[in-house]
């Protein structure tokens, strides 16, 4: 806040990676994770087929040849799995100062920038039709979803939630 942001962005995965307990991290990670390669895989990032790419680090990758999806490259998914791998192991091996992932959820976003004195901004209707039109194009649809929540949006795969991202000001 002392910076004075014009407005500060959060794109984060929708998972709370950041308890104290490990058993809650073991959980959290297992339906998180699983629910992510299940995505991935019918995306073609789990059998080199056409498709989508990975869902890394807030990001989609998505490869276009001449309009149309292309094949994600071995090279792709091995550099998918070991990211994924290594924030896996960090999320529920370690601990204290060690553990650098934390990931969690647009709740306690919420919670969290609005006790530090930030009001959520809306994203808009367009935010919202771009990322559905994209979706359609790249990801065939099947599975994937965008939804709108009180002006956020959230990318999920089928019921879960994978990835949101925010906007806020200075109150």
Aim: with cysteine.
């Amino acid at each position: 806040k002392q910076m004075s942001p014009e407005i500060l962005t959060v794109v984060e995965q929708e998972a709370n990676h950041n308890g104290t307990s490990f058993l809650e991290r073991f959980t959290e990670s297992l339906h998180y994770y699983s629910t992510l390669f299940d995505s991935l895989e019918s995306s073609g990032g789990g059998d080199g087929g056409v498709g989508g790419g990975a869902a890394v680090n807030g990001g989609v990758d998505v490869g276009v040849n001449g309009g149309g999806v292309s094949p994600v490259s071995s090279e792709d998914r091995f550099m998918s799995e070991v990211y994924l791998g290594k924030q896996i192991c960090n999320v529920v091996a370690c601990e204290g100062v060690d553990r650098v992932e934390r990931h969690e959820t647009l709740t306690q976003w919420k919670t969290r920038l609005d006790s530090a004195g930030f009001e959520a901004v809306h994203l808009g209707s367009n935010a919202f039709k771009q990322a559905s039109m994209l979706l359609a194009l790249f990801a065939g649809g099947d599975g994937y979803r965008v939804v709108e929540e009180d002006g956020c949006l959230m990318l999920g795969w089928h019921t879960r939630p994978l990835i949101t991202t925010s906007a806020w000001k200075i109150r």
